[in-house]
């Protein structure tokens, strides 16, 4: 690692444009799922992201195929076609096992450990490993002594191991592993203790005014039997007032009803007295009186004493913490989960949101005041998260969340004017009306067959599929896998036959009408080979599926179900989706200067940020530079 002297040296001396002259910070604010038709019905509302598009440009930004967060970011942090990052969805699967996971990362435990009693002491460490493959821009950057500071990039946990200064974004997990579970405790009568989609509902008795709340906590990984923890809150409500104490290891607090807790830090035995996890959480006392209904957040990785690798270096988490206060770590913050599922209301969930927005808001404007040159890049989810509750139904609540958004965005131009912002997203917006069981639809054209016709419904993982006889199957919110021979692990397609199957599927696709209005449901279906270059092409889904506006992948298509229908209304809370075809929801990209291109691309951005600073794009990048 350089010495401070040396990266104070490579600062002053190295942080050079291509032309010899000092660089200017460039500043770059991701802006996820910003949408360019909503922008466009709100410029007057807008003033900030207005002034952007009348001194520098705005422009539409081509997105990747598929429209997926983690697809599109990481073609902007590597340059790469998905071909070549290898990220595809949210969600892909093993060919030869067909189990399904995250497309981010995973959690390698370790391979030597040591009995003892009921303890297993690791003798090497445990390893995060991420997925998406490639050099990102921030990697070279710093080959050439250029700093780079990165608050929150998607897809990028563990973070790059690089000289840069960075805190990882969407793909951070909780304290247990998900990407967010909330516990609600609640002593309304009939409720029986369950977990639902992003959640657990907890049953809890009072005694008088006195409750034990007892929060699950992350599995004891040192123990044999890898018993979970478990974190006690216990409350006390006033006899008279609308108010409760609280009471976490030892420290105590009190809450009004509808009032939002502060973080509250705790530690969880693993080996007691010699190692400890670490963690955080938000209360809500959402009722307390006649009933008590507690919201508390997914137990979050604690900044300070971060249990996983969530920052580079190591300490930056802690000294961001020490900065702004503790923050949200996990990679989704906001709570859609808790709202769907009827645990906060929408203004509950709009609360929620705007303490995250508030923390990122709080780091952005601390790190532009500390990092001085090269690039720095922050990401926001709040308008991606809101659109998916809003779109459609709430415009002028949507409004807001662009409002506020819009706001540090001026606050940003006005403090630094000379460096050069950028405002980017990775995808627009759509409705999300109807949704398709792609499976279902498979099995009735003769593509897929169950092992029983009638083993149809929402169990996951292509339990009953009878893999002899089926040729393609869905996983993930847009592709479709052909049951390769030599690929899959009972695979029948023959190589040779693979794309006269693609282009029979591809062409149903496309002809497929919704039965209740006639309507096209796919704009468009993509051949891997046609859209994908690179070394990671061969994992990819061989068809992905491009939505019409209106239309998405169920959730149940999603995780390898064959329901007993296609088509079905979407009612959930989540009423706006992107993951359609590309060219329905390309992002936007503003400036305060000037384009020389007409037509921009995600890759684009990666090439320009390198140009800036001198910088030849690495292997495989087709990006132009856009100044």
Known sequence: MRSPSIWISLLLLTGCGHDGTPAKRTIVLGIDAMDPGFLERHWMELPNLRRLRDTGGFQRLATTVPPQSPVAWSTFATGLNPGGHGVFDFIHRNPATLTLFSSMAETEPSRWTFPIGPYRIPLSSGHVRRFRRGVTFWELLDAQGIPATLLRMPNNFPPVESESHSLSGMGTPDMLGTFGTFTFFTSESGQSKRAVPGGRIVPVTLDGDRAELVLEGPENTLRKDRRRTQIAVTVWRDTEQPAAVFEAQGRRFLLCEGEWSEWIRVSVPLLPPF??????????????????????????????????????????????????????????????????????????????????????????????????????????????????????????????????????????????????????????????????????????????????????????????????????????????????????????????????????????????????????????????????????????PDIVVGWNTGYRSSWQTALGAVPSVVFEDNKDEWRGDHCIAAHLVPGVFLSNRKTRRRELRLEDITVTLLNEYGVKPGAGMTGRPVF
């Open 275 to 540: 190692q400890n996890a670490h963690t955080m959480f938000r209360l809500y006392a959402k009722q307390l009186r006649p009933a008590l209904k507690i919201y508390v957040s997914p137990l979050n990785i604690d900044p300070f004493s971060p249990d996983l690798p969530i920052s580079t270096p190591p300490s930056y988490s802690a000294g961001l913490a020490a900065a702004v206060g503790p923050y949200y770590t996990q990679g989704i913050a906001e709570d859609t989960s808790a709202l769907r599922e009827g645990v906060l209301t929408l203004d509950e969930y709009g609360q929620q949101a705007g303490l995250v927005a508030r923390e990122q808001f709080a780091l952005l404007h601390h790190v532009l005041r500390r990092a001085a040159r090269g690039v720095v890049f922050f990401h926001f989810l709040g308008i991606d998260q809101d659109s998916h509750i809003l779109w459609g139904r709430h415009e002028a609540a949507l409004l807001e969340t662009y409002k506020k958004t819009d706001l540090e965005i001026g606050r940003v131009a006005r403090a630094y004017p000379d460096d050069t912002l950028i405002v980017m997203s990775d995808h627009g917006f759509s409705e999300f009306r109807r949704a398709v069981h792609l499976n279902r639809w498979l099995m009735l054209e003769g593509f897929l067959t169950l092992d029983l016709p009638f083993n149809t419904g929402d169990e996951e993982g292509l339990v009953h599929v009878d893999w002899a006889a089926t040729q393609a199957y869905s996983i993930g919110l847009n592709g479709i896998y052909v049951n390769l021979a030599g690929r899959e692990r009972n695979g029948i397609v023959k190589p040779s036959e693979r794309d006269a199957l693609v282009d029979r599927i591809v062409q149903r696709l496309k002809a497929l009408r919704d039965p209740e209005t006639g309507g096209t449901v796919v704009a468009e279906a993509y051949r891997a080979r046609d859209v994908y270059r690179g070394e990671a092409s061969a994992t990819a």
